[in-house]
């Protein structure tokens, strides 16, 4: 499992992001995204590997 940031631009905070993830609360507030290190890329149609930011970003809208 990856931890990420609610305020970083990667995979498990993207809207197109299609692997395995879940809201990680602490004193019930969001407050960080763990998730698979592998999944589905929605926008670039293809597995892909947890990573960085990417041009087709969107901003997942479960995120506050």
Do not use: H
Not at 10 to 25: L, P, S
Not at 53 to 63: F, P, R
């Amino acid at each position: 499992m990856q931890r990420t940031g609610l305020n970083d631009r990667k995979c498990a905070t993207c809207r197109w992001w299609q692997g395995e993830r879940q809201i990680v609360f602490w004193a019930q507030k969001p407050f960080k995204v763990e998730s698979d290190a592998k999944g589905d890329c929605m926008a670039i149609k293809a597995p892909k590997f947890y990573s960085g930011t990417c041009s087709k970003w969107v901003a997942w809208e479960k995120l506050p």
